[in-house]
């Protein structure tokens, strides 16, 4: 269950609706997620988050389907279960392949693995890492 | 500082020392980075990480560089600062180009954003995500 | 399910039902939540953790209000959903408007967004911010 | 340091200087914090990030006060030193005295306390919660 | 509902199902536990962390039920549904009385309260700490 | 730096002075942590918090080193950098060795790991494990 309402289209706000209508346009879909319908009851942060989405998530220097793959990685690190489930689905819909998905699962658990050690052992930052932002 | 000794190469145990050698030889480099220093109080962890480290990390399903991008990713999602800025500099090391490194932020900081949005409304995971799996 | 048994008031150990009746008593309520039934099994921290609700979420400094949507908040960065239900109950009890609610989810938002950012970057602190304790 | 060059004024390109001339106008400083020149990096994530917290934070249904310690506890619980420390002293130039200091501290405390034990036991959550939705 | 199907062990390729085997005859049960049901999508990595729980959850400098305690609260912090249930079953089979399940809650819940403080001040490491890693 | 002042000993309202008085006592020091000082801006929080460690961090059920163990796993897990370090340093004041040093690293990044894969995997939680809360 969620803590607010899940809004169903014809209940929503005018400037929700807009929005929503944008989805459903974009993505031509019949109905959005279960995401949108939570947030179409903050109107003006569901109207942000879709504008992000659109901008961010399109092929730019980063292609589609690798943009997909880092979402689901901070979305498993940010213990996120619906984002790792919705991420998951839009990775396969852009063509993620079990092989692929089976590396990202090894690289997300050897981040997490190191990330804990680094964290244990309070490892100082190497001054070579520092050069790398000089140029 | 860290929470142990960073054992030096001549001071390292053989069995850490062996690893050390793989290392160096591996990356071609003079000297490894502190966190392998720091790992080499603890031997059998230091031959394991390092063991996945060279087998996860290398080309596969997913290129190289996209493993960089995912492991950036999962450091920020956990507040590893070490990782943060080790995984930047290969990922650089690697050819990452300053606007891909835009775009990865970018993805960062829109999938924390409806991880917290998300995980503050409870949102239910849609139905429609299940099919995914029974290919 | 729990990974405890949720303990019936009339199954508590004498310590745990002190407790357990001052909380029926103070919220004049016929019955406890799930999370102090299962806080019931370990009366020490039942009895502290209840002691410290009483005292630190009462009105002072801050009203009682503004205690819950912190409480809101650090739960959902946390991810602990049980805690976000309850505590945005209890805001709600409290007189939390959904436009209240909106602006509290943009601001979680916002913060979860830069939090990333500033973690990817590792932005220095800016030596002004340390001014600010030196009165 | 940072994972990337903090871009001075005259050092940024035409879009992410127009973004630091708003942020340096609105808040009638002479310059800009380390997170704005880190983000000059990438223009177009400083614009998105700068027109957010432009929207967001101003005073609406909560206040601004109260927006800064939401900001605070969600910065304190993803570890990110830098927000904490800039919205502190945010904080305290929207007026926050130490008194309100001190009980936002037990608030982040007493949350995190309950967060870890709801999530250790795994707590149901309780079906009187759900019905706060449906109004 | 999982994002990959869960491989039976007649679905499981070889090398899967060599895992399998091995996780049947050393635990001495008629089948494996969801968690390596799911993993077997991902055969190098469910190789990878058998192998490691067999190596690093035996009984060495730390006995095995201290290695469980330190797991469910390492799994607590991280938010894992799962990992919460398993560890704590796999305590109590090592057997974890109630009155160490509960210490063991207390302080999970007072590094959880004592992190967040320390987050949200800043506190500066004291020099002191930082002999212990000279000898 | 810290987001307060650190109050010394002479500077301390008298009820945080009372409270320093008393781990000075107990702790047979000549100077508290800075993490005492910082709190000593929030005397009802310093007293609270010393109260639990007194309490919490005794032999009961569980011995003190095994406590001390549980909390760096915690605080590692959890991205404390101030409470990594203190509590490394009180585990070593308990007896701790470098050997189980070493293994407590190998349970914490094994943890971690299994975390992000079961998170990455949301694998369902098996119901045998149920059972376990009935006796």
Request: one cysteine or more; a negative charge.
């Amino acid at each position: 269950m969620a803590t607010v309402k899940l809004v169903q289209y014809n209940e929503a706000s005018p400037p929700a609706r807009a929005v929503l209508d944008d989805i459903l346009q974009t993505r031509q879909v019949s109905d959005v997620n279960n995401f949108w319908k939570a947030l179409a009851n903050a109107p003006a942060t569901l109207q942000n988050v879709w504008s992000q989405v659109k901008t961010v998530m399109q092929p730019g220097a980063l292609d589609a389907l690798t943009k997909e793959l880092v979402y689901i990685a901070v979305s498993a690190a940010n213990g996120c279960e619906y984002c790792v489930h919705s991420h998951t689905a839009a990775a396969r819909a852009k063509g993620m392949t079990p092989e692929q998905h089976a590396e990202l699962l090894a690289v997300i658990a050897l981040a997490s693995q190191t990330n804990a050690l680094a964290n244990s052992l309070q490892v100082p930052v190497d001054p070579a890492f520092q050069a790398d932002t000089s140029a």
